[in-house]
């Protein structure tokens, strides 16, 4: 049972475009979560995160967007570059029932910006 | 820089074999976790452990074990290797003092393949 999911294994975008990676989640006990990016022969490093109680969180050309309803979010990368090229993992975790020292991660999405 | 450190960063094995992968932080965390990645599954915790007296089984932990040797150190072991533990070994730390925001730092990971 996947409780964090990337539909999309894998997007192709221009250099300069926007890139919108997506990611649903289906346990309403998750509040925080949190995007890692990964490159080949190195391990996940923390972009960016977004709590519960905001909508967005904007960090330079980084921008989350949560829709808790829709138990929703995505990445927007703009604009994006050729360095962005890697795997993006989508996480999450919950505050409550001391499960707040756990993420759950999707399976991740390729990104690959084509100059 | 404080960091997340991983030894050995490639090891070949023979199944039934004992294999030990380390980690080392200097990150003062007192959270560590083991996780592993395989192609389109995502990262998947194997074992983490809130302080050295305190070890906890993630997602996957069958066929692994772990040590909590200090603050600092904390060791995944295979007891007899088998094929299908062929993958991508990542070790993680949190602080504790973040509540539910778990922001985890990863080391550069361990390739470990079984033969």
């Known amino acids: 049972d996947q409780q964090v999911k990337q539909n999309s294994p894998s997007l192709s975008v221009q250099e300069g475009r926007i890139s919108i990676l997506n990611c649903d989640y289906t346990?309403?006990?998750?509040?925080?979560f949190l995007w890692y990016k990964k490159y080949p022969a190195e391990g996940p490093t923390f972009l960016i995160s977004?709590?519960?109680?905001?909508d967005k969180n904007e960090d330079g050309r980084f921008t989350v967007f949560l829709n808790k309803s829709a138990k929703h979010l995505s990445l927007h990368i703009v604009p994006s570059q050729p360095g962005d090229s890697a795997v993006y993992f989508c996480a999450a975790s919950g505050s409550s029932g001391g499960s707040n020292y756990k993420l759950t991660f999707g399976k991740g999405t390729l990104l690959t910006v084509n100059p | 820089d404080a960091d997340v450190t991983q030894t050995p960063r490639n090891r070949i094995t023979k199944t039934g074999k004992r294999i030990m992968l380390e980690c080392s932080q200097t990150?003062?965390?007192?959270?560590m976790y083991w996780y592993r990645q395989d192609p389109g599954l995502g990262l998947r915790l194997i074992y983490y452990?809130?302080?050295?007296?305190?070890?906890n089984k993630g997602e996957i932990s069958d066929g692994y074990s772990v040590s909590r040797q200090a603050q600092a150190k904390f060791s995944l072991s295979l007891e007899s290797a088998i094929p299908n533990q062929t993958a991508l070994y990542f070790c993680?730390?949190?602080?504790?003092?973040?509540?539910?925001?778990?922001?985890?730092?990863f080391g550069p990971g361990t390739r470990l393949t079984v033969l």
């Open positions: 346990n309403s006990m998750f509040d925080y």
């Open positions: 990150k003062g965390h007192d959270r």
């Open positions: 993680a730390t949190s602080p504790t003092d973040r509540g539910p925001y778990n922001e985890q730092f």
């Open positions: 452990s809130f302080d050295v007296k305190d070890i």
């Open positions: 977004i709590s519960s109680i905001k």
